[in-house]
Each structure stands twice: as C-alpha cells, then as structure tokens.
C-alpha cells in the first residue's frame, strides 16, 4: 500500500518562495505518475504540476507555469514542489497524488481521477 505524506505548507507573503515535499512509503515501481494538485473551499482541485518517476517528463498547469517546478529525489522516495513568486491566489492547500494509469500527456496528467493515491494535503497561505 502507497501513502503520502506532504510538509512545508505555511503562511508566506507575496512574492516569497516555498518548497513543499511530497515522502512516499510502499512499493513505487518506475512507470508511476506523481502530481500535485490544490484545492480552495468551494471549488474543485486544480491540476498543478506532475512528472513520471522514472522520466521526469513534467508538465505545468497554466497559471504556475514559470514559477513553480516539481522534481523528485529518488534515493528519498520524495517528490518537490518549489514554489517562486508566489501569489495571494496560490494559496490552497496543496495535495501531492500518485497513480499508474498509461498514457501520459498534458490532458491524463492533469486529470485528478487518474491518481489512486493522495495525501492528506498542506495549507500554503499567501498574504498580500
């Protein structure tokens, strides 16, 4: 059984940077996607940036694209968010997702459904 466990959510103010960290546990073989996503009270999760474990191979949602990059550090089982200039809008919190479905482009990527597995989410906070 896979889990996921976030950190690094915190208030931060506009403009700063913030990395967030994404630990895996369970058995992760190469053909898996990770992603992260966040979500605000009332609305649906948006897609933010993901990557195959074994490629890198990442793709961005539009509205961090250029200011957020995901990687991962394998030997951890971790996987990073490092988020720049950041925004009273990005504030959310922030889940990381796993999941092994096979086609891998922008559309499967960001498609919250195709992840099995997802943390329990960090509040990132951006005041202005």
């Known amino acids: 059984q896979v889990q996921l466990v976030e950190s690094g959510g915190e208030l931060v103010q506009e403009g700063d940077s913030l990395r967030l960290a994404c630990v895996l546990t369970?058995?992760?073989?190469?053909?898996?996607?990770m992603g992260w996503f966040r979500q605000v009270p009332g609305k649906e999760r948006d897609f933010v940036a993901a990557?195959?474990?074994?490629?890198?191979?990442?793709y961005y949602g539009h509205s961090v694209e250029g200011r957020f990059t995901i990687s991962r550090d394998a030997a951890k089982n971790t996987m990073y968010l490092d988020m720049n200039s950041l925004k009273p809008e990005d504030a959310a919190v922030y889940y990381c997702?796993?999941?092994?479905?096979?086609?891998?482009?922008?559309?499967?990527?960001?498609?919250?459904?195709?992840?099995?597995?997802w943390g329990q989410g960090t509040q990132v906070t951006v005041s202005s």
């Open positions: 369970g058995h992760i073989s190469d053909n898996w996607k």
């Open positions: 997702a796993a999941g092994t479905f096979n086609f891998w482009n922008e559309d499967t990527a960001a498609n919250p459904d195709n992840y099995s597995y």
């Open positions: 990557l195959l474990w074994n490629h890198l191979l990442p």
